[in-house]
């Protein structure tokens, strides 16, 4: 069987950073020594090929690349954290899959720390009376209201809006300004609807749009940005003991936070209108999750 790996026969963990895994720099239980703490990863378009396979390369063929990024993080000693705009049962259940015992899910509004939930929404919860966040939106008359004015521009997701607890899930194309206009004009400043990237090149609902992408109407004050840095200060880790990962306007929010945000090539090629010209960010020479392994083996090759 033709299995396709070239990136892990060119660019193995040992031939970016040579000299790095010999027994100089490995400890007692076989680990290497820690040169960076955490790593905080997007799925769909990131980690995940296409399709949404983590053994999926950018060309479609199998490709163990971005489980080569995990091993070599836990072969660092480095703790992986998923942050998705994904409801949370499926985040939790790829955090498991990786062993990861903390994750992000609906874009920063929930975060999981061991097991303990911390809602970062600002007081908007779930309530016996008034149910969940997603109820509460759908209350407020925002959603109706932003489909109503963005008609033939912006419809529901399908299946993947469907059974949501928190966020409203939308594809199109809006300007966001406006948007943000139209929601503070009826009063709804108290939600935000956030790009969270191109989802396809172009939609058989409305052909009329060249380019799609997926958006949220979450609380406004929640952000992926914001759940990483709960999530250091709970850990105690310094900005320059972190890194990032992702493909989306929302993702690259959280240069803010850690020492460097790694903006993966396929993300460039989907929305050519998506710039990397911001402090701290670089972008990634591959795609997907050969993207997070380079992002993740020059790290470590640079701190040493």
Known sequence: ??????????????????????????????????????????????????????????????????????????????????????????????????????????????????????????????????????????????????????????????PWSIDREVSHLFRGSVDLDEAASVLADRGLGWLRIVDNGVVRARSEQMPGLPVVHAYHLVPAAASKARAVARHMQARAYAPADCIAAGDSREDMDTAEVVSTFWLVANALDRDPTLSAQRPGVRVTSDGYGAGVYEAVVTTLAEQR
């Open 1 to 158: 069987m033709f299995v396709h790996e070239p990136l892990i026969r060119e660019t193995s963990l040992e031939q970016l950073t040579p000299g790095f895994l010999d027994d100089r720099h490995l400890q007692a239980d076989g680990t290497v020594a820690r040169v960076v703490r955490c790593l905080y990863v997007d799925l769909d378009g990131t980690l995940l090929g296409p399709g949404g396979s983590l053994l999926r390369g950018a060309d479609g063929r199998f490709s163990a690349i971005g489980v080569r990024a995990l091993e070599a993080c836990w072969r660092a000693g480095v703790e992986v954290v998923l942050y998705s705009g994904r409801r949370q049962g499926s985040v939790f259940e790829g955090a498991r899959m990786i062993g990861s015992s903390s994750y992000i899910f609906e874009l920063g509004c929930g975060l999981v720390l061991d097991g303990e939930l911390e809602w970062l929404t600002d007081g908007i919860v779930p309530d016996p009376e008034r149910g969940t966040i997603y109820d509460q939106i759908s209350a407020s008359g925002a959603p109706a209201l932003l489909l109503s004015h963005f008609a033939g521009r912006l419809e529901y997701h399908t």
